[in-house]
C-alpha cells in the first residue's frame, strides 16, 4: 500500500540549476497536485492535473512546470531554480474532486 | 476569491483540556471542507471532511467539527488532548465544480503540554 510517493526526499540545488520532482501514485486517482509549504504561508497549490495528459495552472505557478504522461505520475520541474524555491514540496492525488487527498511525505528541497 | 483563515496561529493547551481550533472561510459557490493534521516531517493526513448533510462531523482521534453556513465557519474540537495530539492542524475549503482543487489555511499548531 505505498499510496503516494514522493521522489527524491530531500535536495541541495545551486541557483541556476534545474532538477524534477516525482510523484507516484498507485491509486488509480485521475486528480494530481503540487503543492508547496512555506511557514507562515499553509500550502499553496503550484500546479494540477485532472487527468492523464492535462495540466493546469495554481495560485504560485511560476518557475515551474508540469507533465502528467501517465495516469500514475505527475512531474514538477524546475528550470532555473531560485532561492525563493527553496521550500517543502508536497504532492497528493484524489479520486475526484471534493473527497479530500492523499499525501505525499514531501520533498524538502534547498536552492543556495 | 475564495480564502481560508485560521484564527489562530499557535494554540499552547494543558492534557486532558478541551481544545478548539478556529477555521473561517468565504466563498461564493458551495464548498467542501476539511480539516488535516501534519505531524513534524510528515505529510498531511485527513482528520475529517464535511462533504453534505449532517453539520456535525467526526474524524479520527477523537476530533470533530461543526459547519456553521451562516457564520461561514469550520471549527475544530476535541474534548480532551493528548501529548500525542501535538501536531500543525490545518483548514482546507474545495469549490464543487473547481477541478478538485483545496486552498488551505495558514495552519494553527497545537502544542500540549503535560
Known amino acids: ?112 | 476569491a475564495q480564502s481560508v483563515t485560521q484564527l489562530d496561529s499557535q494554540v499552547p493547551v494543558f492534557e486532558e483540556a478541551p481544545v478548539e481550533l478556529r477555521c473561517n472561510y468565504s466563498s461564493s459557490v458551495s464548498v467542501y471542507l476539511f480539516w488535516y493534521v501534519q505531524y513534524p516531517n510528515q505529510g498531511l493526513q485527513l482528520l475529517l471532511k464535511y462533504l453534505s448533510g449532517s453539520t456535525l462531523v467526526k474524524g479520527i482521534n477523537g476530533f470533530e467539527a461543526e459547519f456553521n453556513k451562516s457564520q461561514t465557519s469550520f471549527h475544530l474540537r476535541k474534548p480532551s488532548v493528548h501529548i500525542s495530539d501535538t501536531a500543525e492542524y490545518f483548514c482546507a475549503v474545495s469549490m464543487k465544480n473547481q477541478g478538485g482543487k483545496l486552498i488551505f489555511g495558514q495552519g494553527t499548531e497545537l502544542s500540549v503540554k503535560p
Open chain 1, 1 to 112: 500500500n505505498a499510496g503516494v510517493t514522493q521522489t527524491p526526499k530531500f535536495r541541495v540545488l545551486k541557483t541556476g540549476q534545474s532538477m524534477t520532482l516525482l510523484c507516484a501514485q498507485d491509486m488509480n486517482h485521475e486528480y494530481m497536485y503540487w503543492y508547496r509549504q512555506d511557514p507562515g504561508m499553509g500550502l499553496r497549490l503550484i500546479h494540477y492535473s485532472v487527468g492523464e495528459g492535462t495540466t493546469a495552472k495554481g495560485e504560485v505557478p511560476d518557475g515551474y512546470n508540469v507533465s502528467r504522461l501517465k495516469k500514475q505520475n505527475f512531474l514538477l520541474g524546475l528550470e532555473s531554480a531560485a532561492p525563493s524555491q527553496t521550500s517543502v514540496y508536497f504532492c497528493a492525488s484524489s479520486y475526484a474532486g471534493g473527497y479530500g487527498y492523499t499525501f505525499g511525505s514531501g520533498t524538502r528541497l534547498t536552492v543556495v
